[in-house]
């Protein structure tokens, strides 16, 4: 056999297998699946999960959230840590509500996504819900014929 006239194959360098570890930080490093070496890192500039209150209502307390989604408040002094009876999921959902305490809750969930370059870690593109949104509402470009 000999070769197909006018046929171009692409030579893809083979990557080795790897890992992504990301912080809380939000500080995203790719490793060698085999051997655990850094091959890059890349710093998103901004926490995974951030959370803002009102000082005048919660004076030393503080809500915590946690990584599964609970929450705690954090009381000032000897207040120590107690867990909410709902969870950050739950607040997302019913937001904006009012506590029995006549309390008003706000929350929202915000994503963004990154696309990433696997052999340098640079950013590519990225965009966030909003964009995700749209996107999904746009119809793909027409397939073209050669294959």
Do not use: C
């Amino acid at each position: 056999g000999g070769s197909g006239g006018g046929m171009v194959r692409s030579e893809r360098r083979r990557m080795p297998p790897m890992a992504l570890v990301v912080s809380m930080d939000g500080t995203v490093s790719a490793v060698k699946a085999d051997t655990g070496s850094k091959m890059w890192t890349l710093s998103l500039n901004a926490s995974l999960l951030s959370s803002w209150q009102n000082e005048t209502i919660f004076h030393d307390n503080t809500i915590v959230p946690n990584t599964d989604g609970s929450l705690f408040l954090f009381g000032g002094g000897d207040g120590g840590m107690q867990r909410l009876p709902i969870t950050m999921h739950e607040l997302v959902d019913h937001s904006p509500f009012v506590s029995d305490d006549g309390t008003m809750y706000v929350a929202d969930k915000v994503s963004h996504f990154y696309v990433v370059s696997r052999s340098t870690g640079l950013v590519e593109a990225e965009f966030d819900t909003d964009d995700a949104a749209s996107a999904l509402n746009r119809r793909p470009p027409p397939a073209r014929g050669d294959d």
